[in-house]
């Protein structure tokens, strides 16, 4: 029997965040095993580690109908599990989409630092598809904020809204969307309202997964910080708050840090273990 342990990412209260589940040792489990685990789980993503001696783990994981490259509400649920079992300090995760290092506080905070992130424009006509999918127009985009692919270890499309009233009412065609996604290669699209300058409001699709929403996205939040950087819209040393589930009544709370020199970005955020 394959032991499970349920954590929520991004909160400290077990009624917020997203949920992800852990496998601290997945050695044994075959693909096939660790995707039905996944989906008889529910949850947006699990983490299967396997430890490959030290503090350094294999890591793969599974939404409820696929595999994806990196999660980082699922690495940070990770991250702490393990620090429960053997304190904090550095750890070292190689994933699909590359090594990803994860540093756990005293107080069981963990920072993850993503792979080399990069940022592509959107043609016209993927635009136009998306946005249909979703049910919006172009009128309801923040044009000084325009539409882009953003990756940082998993690719997400990133579109701003002008208004929060937009960003809250969110009900788009489930399989038109998921159908785009898969053309593009997406995990999420960051839909994001921007209350101030380094604080953000964001809401992340996820119907390749099998998942209507995803309550707090960390890969699409250290996306989302390569995003801003390229476009000049965030210092070389900024800090920023991302806002995530408030609409879904499961409230989220990401910290995304970019830093002068190094091109990767840095998301932080607590986890609680459900026991429930």
Same mark, same amino acid.
């Given at each position: 029997?394959?032991?499970?342990?349920?954590?929520?990412?991004?909160?400290? #209260?077990?009624?917020?965040?997203? !949920? &992800? =589940?852990? /496998?601290?040792? %997945?050695?044994?489990?075959?693909?096939?095993?660790? $995707?039905?685990?996944?989906?008889?789980?529910?949850?947006?993503?699990?983490?299967?580690?396997?430890?490959?001696?030290?503090?350094?783990?294999?890591?793969?994981?599974?939404?409820?109908?696929?595999?994806?490259?990196?999660?980082?509400?699922?690495?940070?649920?990770?991250?702490?599990?393990v620090a429960e079992q053997t304190?904090?300090? #550095?750890?070292?995760?190689?994933? !699909? &989409? =590359?090594? /990803?290092?994860? %540093?756990?506080?005293?107080?069981?905070?963990?920072? $993850?630092?993503?792979?080399?992130?990069?940022?592509?424009?959107?043609?016209?006509?993927?635009?136009?598809?998306?946005?249909?999918?979703?049910?919006?127009?172009?009128?309801?985009?923040?044009?000084?904020?325009?539409?882009?692919?953003?990756?940082?270890?998993?690719?997400?499309?990133?579109?701003?809204?002008?208004?929060?009233?937009?960003?809250?009412?969110?009900?788009?065609?489930?399989?038109?969307?998921?159908?785009?996604?898969?053309?593009?290669?997406?995990?999420? $699209?960051?839909?994001?309202?921007?209350?101030?300058?380094?604080?953000?409001h964001v809401r992340d699709p996820?119907?390749?997964?099998?998942?209507?929403?995803?309550?707090?996205?960390?890969?699409?939040?250290?996306?989302?910080?390569?995003?801003?950087?390229?476009?000049?819209?965030?210092?070389?040393?900024?800090?920023?708050?991302?806002?995530?589930?408030?609409?879904?009544?499961?409230?989220?709370?990401?910290?995304?840090?970019?830093?002068?020199?190094?091109?990767?970005?840095?998301?932080?955020?607590?986890a609680v273990r459900l026991t429930?």
């Amino acid at each position: 029997m394959t032991t499970v342990l349920r954590y929520a990412a991004f909160t400290t #209260d077990p009624s917020g965040g997203n !949920k &992800a =589940g852990v /496998v601290l040792d %997945a050695t044994e489990l075959t693909d096939d095993r660790m $995707l039905a685990v996944a989906a008889e789980l529910g949850y947006s993503e699990t983490a299967f580690l396997t430890p490959l001696g030290g503090r350094d783990y294999r890591v793969r994981y599974f939404a409820p109908t696929m595999e994806v490259p990196f999660c980082g509400h699922a690495t940070i649920a990770a991250a702490v599990a393990v620090a429960e079992q053997t304190g904090p300090g #550095d750890l070292v995760f190689e994933t !699909k &989409a =590359g090594t /990803v290092p994860v %540093a756990v506080d005293e107080e069981l905070r963990a920072t $993850l630092t993503s792979v080399e992130p990069h940022v592509q424009e959107v043609d016209q006509a993927d635009l136009q598809e998306a946005l249909a999918a979703l049910d919006w127009s172009a009128a309801d985009l923040d044009q000084s904020l325009p539409p882009r692919f953003a990756y940082a270890g998993a690719r997400h499309l990133v579109l701003a809204t002008a208004t929060r009233e937009r960003l809250a009412d969110l009900s788009y065609d489930f399989d038109r969307l998921a159908t785009f996604m898969t053309a593009h290669d997406l995990i999420t $699209l960051q839909l994001v309202w921007r209350e101030s300058a380094a604080v953000f409001h964001v809401r992340d699709p996820f119907p390749v997964g099998g998942v209507v929403e995803d309550p707090a996205t960390g890969a699409a939040a250290a996306a989302f910080g390569a995003y801003l950087r390229e476009l000049g819209q965030a210092g070389p040393d900024a800090r920023l708050t991302l806002h995530q589930g408030e609409d879904l009544g499961s409230p989220g709370l990401l910290h995304v840090e970019l830093r002068s020199g190094d091109p990767r970005v840095r998301v932080s955020g607590a986890a609680v273990r459900l026991t429930d």
